[in-house]
């Protein structure tokens, strides 16, 4: 896989993090380790997506808790759950916490470094997307409070005369307004502007806009 990123490792028992580690390292991979969740959260804070190899059944926190808590933050990790004890209604919980993947020990090597490929990929996809958004968001930040309504409106799909009338400015002022809006977001078109709009508002409370 050549050295593609960090697998963030959470698991109670040395010699599986200890082994996971040189299977990591054979892969072009880095093996961060974790005896408990706990442990993790004090060493590690998410300001941008990561790839965590989580066992369910941790002492303390169990990793179901952790990747619940987690998914209710800012940023989400890709996580692949796994276990020594795995049976059908576990692994729906650990899907619907928010796992990519879950797999039973013991596993092979061959199908949890696939799986930690597709995680990673994913990984440097969110990474893209994190960057996109902040992006949009530092261009949103430098429109006056008149435009942020223009690009509200306009993201609607209401014309520029329409939108003239609601704001009760003169045509000619709407389109500067349209005008100015589009370049400073950088958006190609006003169909372009609606979906940076929608992005705004999954990040952001309706009242924002």
């Known amino acids: 896989m050549g050295n593609k990123g ?6 109670d028992e040395a010699d599986v993090c200890e082994a996971l580690k040189v299977l990591l390292h054979t892969a072009g991979l880095e093996g961060r380790t974790y005896a408990s969740a706990e442990e993790f959260l004090s060493d590690v804070k998410l300001s941008r997506p990561i790839c965590l190899l989580v066992d369910v059944r941790l002492p303390g926190m169990s990793g179901l ?3 619940h808590q987690l998914q209710a933050g800012p940023i989400r990790p ?3 759950m796994i276990t020594g004890h795995g049976d059908v209604p576990l692994a729906v919980k650990a ?3 928010g796992a990519l993947h879950f797999l039973e020990k013991p596993f092979e090597p061959a199908e949890l470094l696939q799986t930690l490929e597709e995680a990673l990929q994913r990984v440097s996809q969110m990474a893209v997307e994190e960057a996109t958004y902040a992006a949009i968001e530092e261009s949103y930040g430098s429109l ?3 435009e942020q309504e223009v690009m509200a409106l306009l993201a609607e799909g209401m014309p520029t005369k329409l939108l003239a009338t609601k704001l009760g400015i003169s045509t000619r002022t709407a389109e500067h307004h349209r005008a100015a809006v589009l370049k400073k977001m950088g958006a190609r078109t006003v169909s372009h502007l609606a979906r940076m709009s929608t992005s705004l508002q999954a990040r ?5 806009f």
């Open 95 to 97: 899907m619907r916490a």
């Open 78 to 80: 890709v996580v692949v």
């Open 204 to 208: 952001n409370p309706p009242t924002r």
């Open 144 to 146: 006056t409070p008149r």
């Open 65 to 67: 808790e952790l990747v």
């Open 6 to 11: 960090v697998v963030y490792v959470i698991d």
